[in-house]
């Protein structure tokens, strides 16, 4: 595996990553890999905005438990990265965060689940909060304060967990264009997950354009916006069912 | 973040000042969960120039039996290696591990440090040392209050420490896997592929501690007997002179244990954590 092919494949993983708010399947070929236990899959989960590699734990448990291999990193600047934040952080240092993890770990055939920010929707909320941000901008803040896990209608019994880990996300990874060529369409899998229980006008407009076309899954689930806090164990069916 | 069909939220939100948050981990949440009749938590912290990649074998043996295995790679290398500044010190490795236990909520865990992870881990227990319940220093650094980590490089690292400082430059390249003494040939290609420069400023900060490391219940040392490190030498002498330490030699390995003999590593893990 030459260095050239290793970035190719990463980056092509990664336009996929950013691009969906759901899940997909890689088709990669590196011969060397994360061994999974037979018949496992391997899974790289990308958490949204103000969270972390932590609010995974409970699918990453459930799959790990059925013999998977899964990957949670937590992008600079947030969670246990958090105290990597500062004005440096862009969209690229995220992109490069999950990517990287691609490369050094040599995986393929991934399962790649972006929640939220994780997703295409980063275009979309940069429209939307695009005067909040350009105002946080101005002030000259680097950082947005996280969202309250009761406005992500998490269940009240991990809104003080959820809310104790969600920690200030870097502004620019909001305010960068994403430049993508179509390698999310172009993975032969494809889901798209939406949470009903939180009211959202863009999710709901990429659920309702997906439900009719044939190359993606598409799921609505009685659940708060952090999934896999509410609803881990159907979570977890749903991702080995697409995978 | 999607709260954007909410104007009201947005905008406390976007007024309210940030910086909030990163020191309220740890209050209570899902600790990691396990699979068999006694599953343990390890945490294994890399050496220099390596990255969480390095462990993957033994930690794919260890979650195969059931436990759950943490292996953050420190800023500034391997899948890190895009965020390598100058601005990278000790104190940032550090944080780096104290911080996985606090938003993983670990506790009663096994910590592995390999080589230079003798500093951030020996640094790290000062903050969580009531987190861990055994320790395994793996042919690694075995540091005291005040010594930094560039009194102790070999010649090899001084050498392209000095020159890497003299051009400015926020790292240094690694040695190869063969100076490591890494065994097979395919595995040689592997790791020489995976590092990367280690960031200089790391070695300079003297480390504090007041004794955390030696408070853990159960401490091992494990030496790498086919790899010459008079540091390690000494650092194994020491623990062989003081009950309170087990150790133990991997005879047939080089200095990256988790590469050359991962069962042999797994089966001494699980026996001493």
């Not at chain 1, 059925?66 to 004005?87: N, Q």
């Not at chain 2, 540091?143 to 070999?154: K, L, M, V, Y």
């Amino acid at each position: 595996m030459t260095n050239g092919q290793t970035r190719r494949t990463a980056l092509g993983a990664m336009a996929a990553s950013v691009g969906m708010a759901g899940v997909g399947l890689m088709g990669m070929t590196d011969q060397t890999t994360a061994q999974a236990p037979t018949g496992g899959k391997t899974f790289v989960l990308v958490h949204g905005a103000w969270h972390g590699g932590w609010c995974w734990r409970r699918v990453s448990d459930l799959l790990e438990k059925k013999g998977h291999k899964v990957f949670a990193p937590t992008m600079t600047g947030l969670g246990e990265r958090s105290h990597l934040i500062g004005g440096k952080i862009d969209l690229a240092t995220h992109v490069t965060d999950i990517v990287n993890v691609i490369k050094w770990e040599n995986l393929n055939d991934i399962v790649l689940v972006g929640h939220s920010y994780g997703g295409v929707i980063i275009s979309c909320v940069a429209e939307q909060m695009r005067d909040a941000i350009a105002g946080l901008v101005e002030k000259g803040e680097t950082a947005m304060k996280p969202v309250p896990a009761a406005v992500f209608r998490v269940n009240e019994k991990d809104r003080a967990w959820v809310d104790a880990m969600c920690t200030p996300h870097p502004v620019a990874t909001l305010t960068d264009k994403i430049t993508l060529t179509g390698a999310r369409e172009r993975i032969a899998k494809k889901a798209y997950i939406r949470a009903k229980s939180y009211p959202s006008v863009p999710f709901d407009g990429f659920y309702d354009a997906l439900k009719t076309n044939s190359a993606w899954r598409v799921y609505e689930l009685p659940s708060g916006h952090d999934v896999m806090v509410d609803m881990p164990d159907r979570l977890t069916e749903i991702l080995l069912e697409v995978a | 973040m999607a709260a954007t069909n909410d104007p009201s939220f947005t905008r406390r939100t976007v007024l309210a000042s940030a910086g909030a948050g990163a020191g309220a981990a740890a209050l209570g949440g899902t600790p990691a969960l396990a699979q068999t009749s006694q599953p343990k938590t390890f945490v294994l912290v890399h050496g220099a120039w390596h990255g969480g990649w390095c462990w993957r074998r033994v930690a794919d043996l260890l979650e195969k039996q059931g436990h759950k295995v943490f292996t953050p790679t420190l800023t500034g290398v391997g899948e890190r290696s895009h965020l390598l500044s100058k601005d990278i010190n000790l104190d940032t490795h550090i944080t780096d591990l104290v911080n996985v236990f606090k938003w993983e909520d670990l506790k009663d865990v096994c910590l592995v440090v390999h080589s230079y992870g003798g500093w951030p881990g020996s640094g790290a227990l000062e903050q969580i040392g009531d987190r861990v319940s055994s320790i395994v220093w793996l042919d690694a650094f075995k540091p005291e209050n005040g010594q930094r980590g560039f009194d102790f490089a070999s010649e090899f690292s001084r050498k392209a420490f000095l020159a890497a400082v003299e051009k400015g430059e926020p790292g240094r390249p690694s040695p190869t896997a063969e100076a490591f003494r890494v065994i097979s040939e395919k595995d040689r290609a592997w790791v020489d592929s995976k590092t990367t420069p280690q960031p200089n400023g790391v070695a300079m900060q003297p480390i504090k501690l007041t004794g955390a490391r030696a408070k853990v219940a159960k401490k091992t040392y494990i030496r790498a007997a086919k790899y010459p490190q008079p540091a390690f030498d000494q650092a194994l002498a020491e623990c062989k002179a003081d009950k309170s330490w087990r150790t133990f030699e991997a005879t047939e390995s080089g200095h990256d244990v988790m590469v050359d003999a991962p069962q042999w590593l797994v089966d001494v893990l699980l026996q001493v954590s």
